[in-house]
């Protein structure tokens, strides 16, 4: 090879070496970038590892859990079944959603706070009073019989009292209240221009008039123990031969000679019939009535009767048969125990006696006693009833009146309305004593308590002196003093008085009138009568709602008031209503005392915002206690937050990851290929510059030996 061509390869090895050392330093920085591109993929794929989310926990009825991812949104939600939470900022401010702001702010009170989310307190109580309403009751007459009303205007409550009717059956008393269940609710809850329930007993009126009304039953308690105590004394002054009726009894049933039973029932005859030196000593120490009053006559007159009876071995029944009739057949019913059937044959009639009870069913039947009764008739028209028998068991009934037909055509017969008959029968010495012993019974426990509070010695200060005479006490300017329980007795119902009207007790407001004013109905009455002032009439009114109130409820038990959901009936009607209710009254009170701001919608979905907000303590969570308390607390001691792993993102990142490494990895073995490829080349062509370089040196060397 000429020196020209050497040097022209020298140069194109040159050359191409020179690319070749390009080409190296390029794929290296490609396997650099290979490098940092790898370190990349593995910073994003750990970062996916390390990635967790916030979940929050929702409970359900049966107290299984779900995850949600967590927000403000789903972190405030209400659910029946979780753990009531809410965050605060650095401020003190709850924060809460935009609705709840404008609920809030639109609202003036709890109740209307609560109704924006559809809840409703109500209750079924009045709606079941329906039933009382319009019905059949018993009342009492002015003789304290039971009667029947047909149809109430109102619901009816009890009084707690039993009384019996003409026919001798109890039956429990009740009032009509003259308002329908509606207007009870009304006035219960303080609608339609009623103020309410609570409100009316929390007034000063209404406390005033408690304590007034407290104070009058303490002081008309105590005078009317005191009462019952001087009944007592004057109990004690009634004497026959120097004994009272007390010791007259015990000595009585003590007894075992039936004569001298009768005679102490001659004693207690003398000390009720007032005869002799007894005058009227009984009655008037006993009741302090007149001589001539009608009730108090009519009721010695019967106890006389009670002992005469017994002492004539009779019983008197007043005006008890009842006569029911069947073609020849009669029936009498006396009232207690006993029936007659009369059966007419020919121009004579014979009788039957039987005693009424009843069977387990409570049916009345009737047990036939005596097979048969001999009718006589008496000189004075009367029918007469005797059994036969003689001594001990003869029994006779008189004054019986004869029926009669109603007219000639007619088969039933008439009987009087009104009548009186005697039954006659041997009594044993028992017998009396029971008769004594049940008309002293009646003097001891109904007159001592039946005392007229007018009399002076149930208001004055008195002894007994020496002669068995009532002798009053008097003050220096000799005006008889007052007991003490009068003198109370008197200014509490005064004070009673003048805290219902507002006005001054009368003088003419008669003592006997005092306990009407512990009667709510009678009260009103009086009201009526007295003409109270508009402030005080308007008081009383509502004071009669209340205790009506009071009444109703203590017969058919107070109304329970619960809540209900009307936005969702079909889902938590009756059932989380109550539930809900707390839970908003909860972030009532909250937003009211620690103040407020609302949190825009999209921060308050956003997942990323509320992980933020905690991690970098710009907020602060508050939790519900079991007391309804709120307490802040750290979202990391919270058992319902809790992190989790997107395991979708995480897969999908692995994927993400496995492909680049791939690839990097591919190119990174490319790269290498190449670059050995490179060197191999570059080794070779270094040997034939290296070759042709020393041929040029050794030609270049030859050359100048040749020219030296």
Not at 40 to 56: G, I
Not at 560 to 567: A, C, E, H, R, V
């Amino acid at each position: 090879m000429g020196m020209a061509a050497g040097q022209a390869r020298l140069l194109s090895i040159t050359s191409r070496m020179s690319d070749n050392e390009l080409r190296a330093q390029l794929i290296n920085n490609d396997k650099m970038r290979l490098a940092t591109k790898s370190a990349q993929v593995s910073e994003a794929y750990t970062n996916a590892l390390n990635n967790a989310q916030l979940m929050f926990t929702n409970y359900d009825k049966e107290n299984n859990t779900s995850y949600k991812e967590l927000t403000f949104n789903s972190l405030t939600a209400y659910n029946q079944y979780n753990n009531q939470y809410a965050i605060s900022n650095s401020a003190g401010q709850l924060l809460v959603s935009e609705t709840d702001a404008k609920n809030f702010e639109k609202s003036t009170d709890l109740a209307s706070f609560l109704k924006c989310y559809g809840l409703e307190e109500t209750t079924t109580y009045f709606d079941n009073l329906s039933k009382y309403s319009g019905v059949s009751y018993y009342t009492t007459n002015d003789l304290g019989e039971a009667v029947s009303i047909d149809k109430s205007n109102g619901v009816v409550y009890n009084t707690g009292s039993l009384a019996e009717d003409k026919n001798g059956v109890s039956h429990n008393i009740q009032v009509d209240s003259g308002y329908s269940p509606e207007t009870l609710q009304n006035m219960y809850e303080g609608k339609d221009g009623y103020d309410s329930y609570n409100t009316i007993k929390s007034s000063e009126y209404y406390y005033n008039y408690q304590s007034a009304l407290s104070n009058f039953s303490t002081a008309e308690e105590a005078y009317t123990t005191k009462a019952a105590e001087i009944m007592n004394k004057l109990y004690d002054t009634v004497k026959v031969d120097g004994k009272n009726l007390s010791t007259i009894n015990s000595e009585m049933n003590a007894s075992t000679d039936i004569e001298a039973v009768k005679k102490y029932l001659e004693m207690i005859k003398a000390a009720i019939d007032g005869t002799g030196s007894y005058g009227n000593k009984v009655k008037n120490q006993l009741t302090g009535f007149s001589k001539n009053d009608e009730s108090v006559n009519s009721y010695f007159e019967a106890m006389k009767t009670l002992v005469t009876d017994g002492l004539n071995n009779e019983r008197t029944i007043n005006s008890g048969l009842k006569c029911t009739t069947d073609g020849n057949q009669i029936t009498y019913n006396d009232g207690d125990q006993d029936v007659f059937v009369l059966n007419k044959s020919g121009a004579s009639w014979t009788a039957q006696l039987y005693k009424t009870s009843k069977d387990e069913n409570g049916n009345e039947k009737w047990v036939l006693e005596e097979t048969k009764y001999q009718v006589t008739k008496n000189s004075d028209g009367t029918l007469s009833f005797t059994n036969g028998l003689t001594g001990e068991d003869e029994i006779t009934y008189t004054g019986i009146p004869e029926p009669e037909k109603k007219d000639l055509l007619s088969l039933d017969y008439t009987m009087p309305d009104s009548y009186t008959f005697k039954e006659t029968t041997q009594l044993d010495i028992d017998d009396l004593k029971y008769i004594g012993q049940h008309v002293i019974d009646s003097l001891s426990n109904t007159l001592k308590y039946t005392f007229d509070i007018k009399r002076e010695e149930y208001q004055k200060a008195w002894t007994i002196n020496n002669n068995g005479d009532i002798e009053f006490k008097e003050d220096a300017n000799h005006n008889k003093i007052d007991i003490p329980e009068y003198t109370a007795y008197k200014d509490a119902a005064a004070k009673l008085y003048e805290t219902i009207f507002g006005n001054t007790m009368p003088t003419n407001f008669d003592e006997n009138q005092w306990s009407s004013l512990a009667d709510i109905n009678a009260i009103n009455q009086l009201g009526q009568n007295f003409n109270p002032n508009t402030t005080k009439a308007t008081e009383f009114e509502k004071i009669k709602q209340a205790k009506v109130l009071d009444a109703i409820m203590n017969t058919y038990g107070e109304p329970n008031y619960d809540w209900i959901d009307t936005s969702n009936k079909n889902a938590s009607y009756n059932e989380n209503g109550s539930a809900k209710a707390q839970w908003y009254t909860n972030l009532y009170n909250k937003m009211t005392t620690s103040g407020y701001k609302a949190l825009q919608d999209g921060l308050a979905s956003s997942a990323e915002w509320i992980q933020f907000a905690f991690e970098s303590g710009l907020v602060c969570l508050e939790q519900v206690d079991a007391n309804n308390n709120w307490n802040t607390t750290t979202y990391t001691n919270c058992s319902d937050i809790t992190e989790q792993t997107n395991n979708a993102a995480l897969t999908k990142a692995e994927a993400e990851y496995n492909a680049a490494m791939a690839k990097i990895e591919n190119k990174d073995k490319r790269y290498d290929l190449e670059l050995k490829n490179i060197d191999t080349e570059h080794n070779s062509l270094q040997t034939e510059y290296d070759s042709i370089k020393t041929a040029i040196d050794k030609n270049i060397e030859r050359t100048f030996k040749i020219y030296s």
